[in-house]
């Protein structure tokens, strides 16, 4: 897991987007898997989707607009995703950063954006620099909680009630940087900020072998 966390922050380092076949299981239908999983409820400026089950067409239909791009200066109208594959888009509003999302193309034929399922959504609690686009985190709820200024205890509180499947990522001095959890089967990971020991960064994430 640590792994697939390293490939997904160098990724974004790099500010590549991009585009990955994965092959589907012989003899199955696409998506039979997801039927494994709860899917997890998300709130973004009271638009709710649902992580592993809704498409990405019901949050333009909520009011938000979904960029693939950070500029933001264009929508998804029109734009067709390849069968077997998966691209990242980025929930916005009024020119905030609501979060990003991966969405996924489980089909053997080429889709509208619109029209694929959402198999992950991250949210940052901070704003890096004041050339970035801003993020606007006062309204996000994840299963009903905004992890918003949680402390390490609060989120191993709130999450307790919700599932026993964790496990942690550690920095250098030993405190915890990231604690990963399983709800149902759908992986959410929170990471802490290194000086204010407060929730940084929010990803919820259906993992592919769940579309194949």
Sequence with gaps: ????????????????????????????????????????????????????????????????????DLNFKSGIDGLKLDKMTYYLGYINKDGYNLGNINFVNNTKESKEYKDCLISEYKMKFTNLTSESKKYRFD??????????????????????????EVSDIKEPDGSIAILNYTVNKVSVNISFDHTTKTVSEIDVQVYNTFFE
């Design 139 to 164: 309204n996000i709820l994840v299963d009903g909680i905004n992890f918003k200024g949680m402390s390490i205890d609060d989120v191993k509180k709130v999450m307790a009630e919700k599932t026993s």
């Design 1 to 68: 897991m640590f792994k697939n966390i390293k490939n997904k922050i160098a990724v974004i380092l790099i500010g590549a987007i991009v585009s990955v076949t994965f092959a589907g299981c012989a003899g199955s239908k696409p998506g039979d898997r997801l039927k494994e999983i709860k899917p997890i409820p998300i709130s973004v400026e009271g638009v709710e989707f649902k992580v592993g089950e809704s498409k990405v067409g019901d949050i333009v239909n909520g009011g938000l607009s979904v960029s693939p």
